[in-house]
């Protein structure tokens, strides 16, 4: 038996999960319109996902086969993963903002070898010891996961409504966990009549009880110095002011008071960028930074993939430090070190 909730007015969500991830399940949910159920994010592309999305399905008395469409809050694989197969299964559209479908395309044609020479450069000006980077040079590279995310077949366009037949349902965007991240306004009465504007289907975005990842948009071929804390914030601010009766994010479980919760994302990156002030009063390399930033646990715990993540993270903080002028690069430093102005 899965669980399926039943949020009301035509919307549910199935819990997909993710496997061995702290995060536990994708909130995959369905929406009906009048040309079938559409799915809003598919989950993580392994066969135990796909059985409780299709065990999901008939417990909401309905099936994949059934599907009219697939709307994707953003590119990453716990969202993404299940939609190529959704789609073959179902000949329903799948739907993205063209700055995450751009990654798609680009996932699909980069070849590893790129892939881990890019890396290598960016860990390098970062300033990572040689231990870490030896094993992106060795000539024994591992396979990457996650290779063959589905292109989507339609563009979600920012304040557009969806073609969802019955429904009206609209796309917010919210760049900074990445680039092409939508939140869909789902902008009918709240069915209990809570007050506030509609529902909110978050994505990853605002979630009740975590802070997700914002790091650099990593991309090869882009030497656009993007601001993806900055775009965040805006983001955050951005639901905020929509103000919606209820959210419903991807992980975690469904919330009211979008406001007071986006105060409180707010309150938290203030306060982290005023620590890694402190930090900087000396001069460091984001992998420095990284090695002395807060997270949930000690650094020598931190595992290789996730130090990449760490590193990332510290940069766009640095990244965000520059742009309001409150830390600088230190002329002539190789690797390059930030300090507080
Ligand atoms: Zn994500
Ligand atoms: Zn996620």
Same mark, same amino acid.
């Given at each position: ?31 009906? *319109?009048? #040309? ?7 989950? !993580?592309?392994?066969?135990?996902? !796909? ?53 798609? #395309?680009r996932t699909r044609e980069t070849r590893p070898e790129r892939w881990y020479t890019y890396m290598a450069e960016k860990l390098t000006a970062a300033g990572a010891p040689d231990a870490h980077l030896a094993p992106l040079r060795s000539s024994r590279r591992r ?53 506030? #504007? ?86 460091? *390399?984001? !992998? ?11 650094w020598e715990e931190i595992p290789y993939g996730s130090r990449n993540i760490a590193v990332s993270e510290a940069e766009a903080h640095l990244r965000r430090l520059v742009k309001l002028g409150r830390a600088e690069a230190v002329p002539g430093s190789d690797p ?6």
């Amino acid at each position: 038996m899965t669980k399926v909730f039943d949020h009301g007015g035509g919307v549910r969500s199935l819990r997909v999960p993710i496997p061995d991830n702290p995060l536990g399940h994708t909130l995959v949910y369905v929406v009906d *319109t009048d #040309r079938g159920p559409v799915l809003v994010d598919t989950g !993580w592309d392994d066969p135990a996902s !796909w059985d409780a999305l299709v065990a999901g399905l008939t417990d909401c008395g309905t099936s994949v086969a059934a599907l009219h469409g697939v709307v994707i809050t953003h590119h990453h694989p716990d969202h993404h993963g299940l939609s190529a197969q959704v789609r073959e299964a179902s000949g329903a559209w799948v739907a993205m903002h063209a700055a995450d479908a751009s990654i798609v #395309r680009r996932t699909r044609e980069t070849r590893p070898e790129r892939w881990y020479t890019y890396m290598a450069e960016k860990l390098t000006a970062a300033g990572a010891p040689d231990a870490h980077l030896a094993p992106l040079r060795s000539s024994r590279r591992r396979a990457l996961p996650g290779l063959s995310p589905a292109l989507p077949d339609r563009e979600i366009v920012p304040g557009e409504l969806l073609d969802l037949p019955g429904r009206r349902l609209r796309a917010i965007w919210t760049p900074g966990h990445t680039p092409g991240h939508v939140c869909l306004h789902l902008e009918e009465d709240h069915p209990a009549g809570l007050p506030g #504007r509609g529902r909110l289907f978050s994505g990853d975005h605002v979630l009740p009880g975590i802070t997700p990842h914002i790091g650099l948009y990593e991309d090869p071929d882009d030497a656009t110095v993007t601001d993806p804390l900055g775009d965040y914030l805006a983001s955050l601010e951005r639901v905020g002011r929509l103000a919606p009766a209820e959210v419903l994010p991807a992980h975690q479980h469904a919330f009211t008071d979008a406001p007071s919760r986006v105060r409180e994302l707010l309150a938290h990156h203030e306060e982290r960028l005023t620590g890694l002030l402190s930090l900087l009063a000396s001069p460091l *390399t984001p !992998w420095q930074l990284a090695e002395r930033m807060e997270w949930n646990r000690p650094w020598e715990e931190i595992p290789y993939g996730s130090r990449n993540i760490a590193v990332s993270e510290a940069e766009a903080h640095l990244r965000r430090l520059v742009k309001l002028g409150r830390a600088e690069a230190v002329p002539g430093s190789d690797p390059v070190t930030y300090a507080a102005v």
